[in-house]
T-cell receptor
Framework: AQSVSQHNHHVILSEAASLELGCNYSYGGTVNLFWYVQYPGQHLQLLLK??????LVKGIKGFEAEFIKSKFSFNLRKPSVQWSDTAEYFCAVTPKEGGKLIFGQGTELSVKP | DTGVSQDPRHKITKRGQNVTFRCDPISEHNRLYWYRQTLGQGPEFLTYFQNEAQLEKSRLLSDRFSAERPKGSFSTLEIQRTEQGDSAMYLC???????????????FGQGTRLTVV
C-alpha cells in the first residue's frame, strides 16, 4: 500500500537551531516528492518538490530536502530556523505521472524566539 | 493567493442535514482534487477529476459523499445525511496534467471547515 511516514509529530526548537524532519515513503514505482507547509490559519503551500535530477532540492525560505532513493526517504532540512518557521509540515508523494497526493501525518514545528 | 477558491469557508450544520461545498480551481488547471483533513492528520484523498471525468474515488469514501465537475471547471462536493464524524476541513486542489514542461504540483485552496453538531 502507498504510504508516507513522518518521523516526528511535534518538534520544538530555539531560533537559530538546525532542523531536520524525517520522511519515508512506501510506493511501488517512480515518484514525485513534495514538502508542503501550513502556517497557522493559512492554506497549504508548496515548500519544495522533487521530480527528477539532482536529489538535493532547494525550496523557499532556505529549506532544502534530499531524496535518497535507496532509503525511500526525502528529509527536510534548514540550517537555522526562525520563529516565523513555526508551522505544520507535510511530506507527500505522487506517482511520476501525477495524480493524487499521499500525505504523511504532518510534523508540527514550534520555534521559540 | 493560490488562485483556488472554496466556498463557504465555514459551515455548521445539524446532524442529518445535507451540505454542499464549491471549489473553483485555477483556470488553466484541468485536474481537480478533494481532500479531507482532521486535526493532527495529513490531508486524506477523497476523489479527483480530470476535466469533467471523475478518475478516482477513495474506497474510504462513504456513498453519502458525491462530487461533480459538470463542465470541467468548478466542482461541488455534497455530503448527505451528515454525521458528527464528517466534521473536518475539506480541501480542494488543482493542477495541470503532466507533460514535458508542465509540472504536476497541486495548489490548494483555503478549505471549508465543516462542523456537524
Amino acid at each position: 500500500a502507498q504510504s508516507v511516514s513522518q518521523h516526528n509529530h511535534h518538534v520544538i526548537l530555539s531560533e537559530a537551531a538546525s532542523l531536520e524532519l524525517g520522511c519515508n515513503y512506501s510506493y511501488g514505482g517512480t515518484v514525485n516528492l513534495f514538502w508542503y507547509v501550513q502556517y497557522p490559519g493559512q492554506h497549504l503551500q508548496l515548500l519544495l518538490k522533487y521530480f527528477s535530477g539532482d536529489p538535493l532540492v532547494k525550496g523557499i525560505k532556505g529549506f532544502e530536502a534530499e531524496f535518497i532513493k535507496s532509503k525511500f526517504s526525502f528529509n527536510l532540512r534548514k540550517p537555522s530556523v526562525q520563529w516565523s518557521d513555526t508551522a505544520e509540515y507535510f511530506c507527500a508523494v505522487t506517482p511520476k505521472e501525477g495524480g493524487k497526493l499521499i500525505f504523511g501525518q504532518g510534523t508540527e514545528l514550534s520555534v521559540k524566539p | 493567493d493560490t488562485g483556488v477558491s472554496q466556498d463557504p469557508r465555514h459551515k455548521i450544520t445539524k446532524r442529518g442535514q445535507n451540505v454542499t461545498f464549491r471549489c473553483d480551481p485555477i483556470s488553466e488547471h484541468n485536474r481537480l482534487y478533494w481532500y479531507r483533513q482532521t486535526l493532527g492528520q495529513g490531508p486524506e484523498f477523497l476523489t479527483y477529476f480530470q476535466n469533467e471525468a471523475q478518475l478516482e474515488k477513495s474506497r474510504l469514501l462513504s456513498d453519502r459523499f458525491s462530487a461533480e465537475r459538470p463542465k470541467g471547471s468548478f466542482s461541488t462536493l455534497e455530503i448527505q445525511r451528515t454525521e458528527q464524524g464528517d466534521s473536518a476541513m475539506y480541501l480542494c486542489a488543482s493542477s495541470s496534467p503532466p507533460g514535458v514542461r508542465v509540472n504536476t504540483e497541486a495548489f490548494f485552496g483555503q478549505g471549508t471547515r465543516l462542523t456537524v453538531v
